[in-house]
């Protein structure tokens, strides 16, 4: 949707989003420092197209269709190869 994400810095939400690149991440519990990263994205038209191009680039990239069926391939290689049951 090529839309930027705003989030909290919590379990594997980091590991997702890049801050500043592909989305805005901030401290949990710190309403007030999302709130101010919603106000920047809905601010900047620019900074909103940017992020959101990237983060679309990066989520397909990363976790698209043929991504994910390339790491299974992989995974299931890896265990049927090193089989010594």
Same mark, same amino acid.
């Given at each position: 949707?090529?839309?930027?994400? +705003? #989030? =909290?810095?919590?379990?594997?939400?980091?590991? +997702?989003?890049? %801050?500043?690149? =592909?989305?805005?991440?901030?401290? $949990?519990?710190? +309403?007030?420092?999302?709130?101010?990263?919603? &106000?920047?994205?809905?601010? %900047?038209? +620019?900074?909103?197209?940017?992020?959101?191009?990237? #983060?679309? =680039? &990066?989520?397909?990239?990363?976790?698209?269709?043929?991504?994910? #069926?390339?790491?299974?391939?992989?995974? $299931? &290689?890896?265990? =049927?190869?090193? %089989? %010594?049951?």
């Amino acid at each position: 949707m090529e839309l930027p994400a +705003v #989030a =909290t810095r919590v379990g594997g939400v980091p590991e +997702v989003i890049d %801050d500043g690149h =592909t989305g805005m991440l901030f401290d $949990y519990p710190d +309403v007030e420092a999302g709130a101010q990263k919603l &106000s920047q994205l809905a601010h %900047d038209e +620019v900074l909103r197209r940017g992020i959101g191009k990237m #983060a679309r =680039t &990066s989520i397909c990239s990363r976790f698209g269709v043929d991504a994910m #069926a390339d790491r299974f391939l992989a995974f $299931y &290689s890896r265990i =049927t190869r090193n %089989d %010594d049951r």
